[in-house]
C-alpha cells in the first residue's frame, strides 16, 4: 500500500455550505475500513466543529484551528501546539472596530476586508502573527503555525510520513499541507490557481469529488488517478 491515509480538508471539500453529507461519510469511513488513517485537517475551532459534524469520532485526528490545535476523537483529547496572542492583541482588534471576531485555542480570525486592522494590531502589539486568507475570511495565528505543521506533528502518532498521505483541499490555507502529501488533489471548486498546481483535480465538486478520490483511493491506491496526475 503505497498511500496510508487521507488528509482532507473540511469546509469546501468534504462539507458543503458546512454540511457533510451521508454518502461522503460512508465514503470516508471506506478509507478507514482500508486500514488508512483518516485526517481532517481544518480551520475551524473545535467547539465550532463539533456543532456541524457529528461524525468527528470517523477521524484518526482532526488537526483545527488552521494547524495549531490537535485533537484525538478517540481519546477525547485535544493539545494546542502553540501559545495564543495576548488577550490584549484582540482587545485591541476590538477598539479599532473589528466587529465579526472569533477567538480560539491559539486562532484569532475575522472577515478578510478588516486585514489592514489586523495588521495595524499586529504591529501595535508587537506580536509575531502571520495572516492567513481563506476565502473571504483571514485566521490569525502564530508565525510558526499552519496546516502543514499541524499536519506534520499529527503524523508522529503513526509510523509514517506525509509523502504517503492523499491530501485533498480547495482554498488558499489548504495549498502548504497538500504540497508536503505525496499526492495532492484539489476539489473541482476549488480555487483556479490551487487546481493548477496539486497532481489531480476531481471531475466533481465537494463531497462528490470525495467519493471519487476515495473510489481510487480504495480500489486501486489511486494507480489510475496517479498516471493522470502525472501528465498533468
Known amino acids: 500500500m503505497r498511500f496510508k491515509a487521507l488528509a482532507t480538508d473540511y469546509d469546501g471539500t468534504i462539507a458543503h455550505h458546512g454540511i457533510v453529507d451521508p454518502a461522503t461519510v460512508d465514503a470516508l469511513c471506506r478509507v478507514k475500513e482500508s486500514g488508512r488513517k483518516l485526517l481532517l485537517v481544518t480551520g475551524r475551532e ?13 477521524f484518526h485526528r ?4 488552521n494547524g495549531a490545535v490537535i485533537y484525538d476523537p ?3 483529547e485535544q493539545r494546542a501546539l502553540a501559545d495564543p496572542p495576548p488577550p490584549s492583541f484582540a482587545e485591541r482588534l476590538r477598539e479599532l472596530g473589528v466587529k465579526r471576531l472569533s477567538v480560539g485555542r491559539v486562532i484569532v480570525a475575522t472577515q478578510e476586508m478588516d486585514s489592514g486592522l489586523v495588521q495595524k494590531a ?3 502589539c508587537d506580536v509575531q502573527l502571520q495572516i492567513i486568507p481563506n476565502k473571504g475570511d483571514i485566521m490569525i495565528l502564530p508565525a510558526s503555525v499552519n496546516k502543514a505543521t499541524g499536519l506534520q506533528t499529527a503524523l508522529k502518532d503513526f509510523d509514517f510520513d506525509a509523502s504517503a498521505v492523499v491530501g485533498v483541499g480547495d482554498a488558499e490555507n489548504d495549498a502548504v499541507f497538500l504540497d508536503i502529501c505525496g499526492f495532492s488533489v484539489a476539489v473541482a471548486n476549488a480555487l483556479p490557481w490551487l487546481k493548477e498546481r496539486v497532481d489531480w483535480v476531481t471531475p466533481g465538486d465537494h463531497g462528490q469529488g470525495i467519493r471519487q478520490l476515495v473510489r481510487g483511493l480504495v ?5 489510475g488517478v496517479a498516471l493522470q496526475g502525472a501528465a498533468r
Open 46 to 58: 473545535l467547539p465550532d466543529l463539533f456543532k456541524v459534524f457529528s461524525e468527528v469520532q470517523i
Open 62 to 65: 482532526v488537526v483545527a484551528e
Open 74 to 76: 478517540e481519546r477525547d
Open 122 to 124: 499586529i504591529e501595535e
Open 219 to 223: 480500489e486501486s491506491d489511486l494507480a
